[in-house]
């Protein structure tokens, strides 16, 4: 159980163009989705926090204009990178929790590389 | 200062190995303590987790958590080959979670 998919798993676009990443839970419902990006031999870094029908909360120096974040129903959070640039490309992971209170329950995706070129 | 430091490795063993994982931290309002396993380009495994100080073990693996100290850590007893990940400690206070940098594990055969 506790399954999270995200699609695309690799994707590769132009400068300027936008893309749209989906994060779903296939067997629970997930009252609140993570989304984190990962560069290169580093850590995971929230961007943002996303409770379904209410907006996302964007951590500082993530900027909510170019990451819009969508958690529009229990089982489904999109991220569109809106013109994407270079600098954008990474690896993009969503989680899931099912609990209000547990934190430590965060079930992962398997993450979306992203390459603007 | 970052939040949670954790030494990137790379770390080499041989099979069969004990493998010693630490963090430091340095927010005392910690309250869950996670060790992650990941592999090359795949999303984090939850290994283990344990809430406040203590020691917690499953099969080969313990983590031990110091709130004393701010320092916890993941061993790995007889460790394998598929041992070979990226692991990553993780803590959180109010439902966010703050990763370490994660350390490169390879175990030799």
């Known amino acids: 159980g506790a399954v999270v998919s995200q699609h695309p798993s690799r994707v590769i676009c132009k400068s300027g163009t936008s893309v749209k990443i989906e994060c779903r839970s296939l067997?629970?419902?997930?009252?609140?989705m993570f989304w984190y990006r990962q560069f290169p031999k580093q850590s995971l870094m929230l961007m943002a926090t996303s409770n379904e029908g209410s907006k996302a909360t964007y951590e500082q120096g993530v900027e909510k204009d170019k990451f819009l974040i969508n958690h529009a129903s229990l089982t489904l959070s999109t991220l569109t990178v809106t013109s994407a640039h270079p600098e954008d490309s990474s690896f993009y992971i969503c989680s899931a929790v099912s609990g209000r209170d547990s934190s430590y329950e965060q079930y992962f995706g398997p993450g979306t590389r992203l390459t603007v070129t | 200062q970052k939040e949670v430091e954790q030494d990137p490795g790379p770390l080499s063993v041989p099979e069969g190995a004990i493998v010693s994982l630490n963090c430091t931290y340095s927010?005392?309002?910690?309250?869950?303590f996670m060790w992650y396993r990941q592999y090359s380009r795949k999303g984090p495994e939850l290994l283990m987790y344990?809430?406040?100080?203590g020691n917690k073990e499953d099969g080969r693996f313990t983590a031990q958590v110091d709130k004393s100290s701010k320092y916890i850590s993941l061993f790995i007893r007889d460790s394998q080959p598929s041992d070979s990940a990226t692991y990553l400690c993780?803590?959180?206070?109010?439902?966010?979670?703050?990763f370490g940098q994660g350390t490169e594990l390879s175990v030799k055969p």
């Open positions: 067997d629970f419902q997930a009252t609140t």
């Open positions: 344990t809430y406040s100080s």
């Open positions: 993780a803590m959180s206070a109010g439902g966010k979670l703050i």
């Open positions: 927010n005392s309002a910690f309250q869950y």
